[in-house]
């Protein structure tokens, strides 16, 4: 995610990072190069003269600005659902940091020094596995070495082998939470809240998995892409009799604007991914150990994730 000030006067101009101008770049240049010879031979292809009015571009460049609009906008939905999923993560993981230290009973308070032998810390520990489990498996990416020092050895095998870590790590919570019951460390009441917590989490990361799974459809972004190129590369043609040498300038305007909305729509689309403008998942999962390990009074919290080059990851 891109984290800057907003930029202003001709800066506004001259930046790069964030903008969608270098992975669109190439189109644009080809689109220009066609529109100055277009130009040049003031739209005569050979000995034909090709004769477009600005009708046409009139009729059809409404309906593919509005349908680009609705496209990013369903795109952008779902990046801030993405967003508020992990919003709610952080939430629950803070919730069951809490409730797992406030009513699971034991006669010394958690504490990260009393290690996984402890079912409190175990949990939590688990919590913070379960968030950088969940960024790996939406980046489809492996994350076992990063996990090896929150769980248990055998539990770290089991999970190895695992096709879906983060339900792995909540059937094992389910399973702690039972073991408290059966030892009488918690009443069934207050293990019921508990319970609540790890489904809460697990339906965030069942509603993470929708979004990767389910692209909007390919037709609809297909239909979109190449109306907009036709359109564009056919520009110059109703243009070149009315504007003359304006030509290619305005070419390049509208070529930016259409052909920068559709890489947008399609770089918001998968929200959890590494690119630039996708959701900095890395700080989140690093918000949610930070904040769990303070909660143990843990000696090894690491820092927050810095900003680098304007690009929180």
């Known amino acids: 995610m891109i984290i800057r000030d907003r930029p202003s006067g001709?800066?506004?101009?001259?930046?790069?990072?964030?903008?969608?101008?270098?992975?669109?770049?190439?189109?644009?240049?080809?689109?220009?190069?066609?529109?100055?010879?277009?130009?040049l031979t003031h739209g005569d292809l050979?000995?034909?003269?090709?004769?477009?009015?600005?009708?046409?571009?009139?009729?059809?460049?409404?309906?593919?600005?509005?349908f680009l609009g609705f496209r990013n906008n369903a795109a952008y939905d779902r990046f801030w659902e993405g967003r508020k999923l992990w919003?709610?993560?952080?939430?629950?993981?803070?919730?069951?940091?809490?409730?797992?230290?406030?009513?699971?009973?034991?006669?010394?308070?958690?504490?990260?020094?009393?290690?996984?032998?402890?079912?409190?810390v175990r949990m939590i520990y688990r919590a913070i596995a379960f968030a950088h489990a969940l960024r790996h498996h939406l980046r489809d990416c492996r994350s076992d070495a990063e996990l090896k020092g929150l769980l248990l050895?055998?539990?770290?095998?089991?999970?190895?082998?695992?096709?879906?870590k983060p339900d792995f790590l909540m059937l094992k919570m389910g399973l702690d939470l039972q073991q408290c019951l059966k030892e009488?460390?918690?009443?069934?009441?207050?293990?019921?809240?508990i319970d609540a917590t790890l489904s809460s989490m697990t339906a965030a990361a069942a509603a993470c998995e929708r979004i990767k799974s389910t692209p909007i459809p390919f037709s609809y972004t297909l239909l979109l892409h190449r109306t907009a190129y036709i359109y564009c590369f056919l520009l110059p043609?109703?243009?070149?009799?009315?504007?003359?040498?304006?030509?290619?300038?305005?070419v390049a305007i509208v070529a930016y604007t259409?052909?920068?909305?559709?890489?947008?729509?399609?770089?918001?689309?998968?929200?959890?991914?590494?690119?630039?403008?996708?959701?900095?998942l890395d700080a989140i999962?690093?918000?949610?150990?930070?904040?769990?390990?303070?909660?143990?009074?843990?000696?090894?919290?690491?820092?927050?994730l810095e900003v680098v080059d304007f690009c929180l990851t």
């Open 10 to 39: 001709f800066r506004l101009f001259l930046l790069l990072r964030g903008s969608v101008m270098p992975r669109i770049l190439p189109s644009l240049i080809v689109n220009t190069l066609v529109a100055t010879l277009v130009t």
């Open 258 to 280: 259409f052909f920068g909305l559709d890489a947008l729509g399609d770089e918001i689309e998968e929200p959890f991914g590494l690119e630039s403008n996708d959701l900095p």
């Open 153 to 164: 050895a055998s539990e770290w095998q089991q999970i190895s082998k695992s096709s879906n």
């Open 237 to 250: 043609f109703g243009l070149v009799d009315s504007i003359g040498f304006m030509t290619p300038f305005v």
């Open 87 to 120: 919003g709610e993560l952080v939430h629950k993981s803070r919730s069951l940091s809490r409730q797992c230290q406030s009513l699971i009973s034991y006669p010394e308070p958690a504490a990260a020094s009393r290690g996984l032998a402890d079912v409190r």
């Open 184 to 193: 009488r460390r918690i009443d069934a009441c207050l293990a019921s809240g």
């Open 285 to 304: 999962c690093r918000t949610i150990e930070i904040n769990l390990r303070e909660s143990l009074d843990d000696e090894c919290v690491p820092p927050q």
């Open 46 to 66: 050979f000995d034909l003269k090709i004769t477009l009015t600005t009708i046409p571009f009139s009729l059809i460049g409404l309906p593919i600005a509005i």
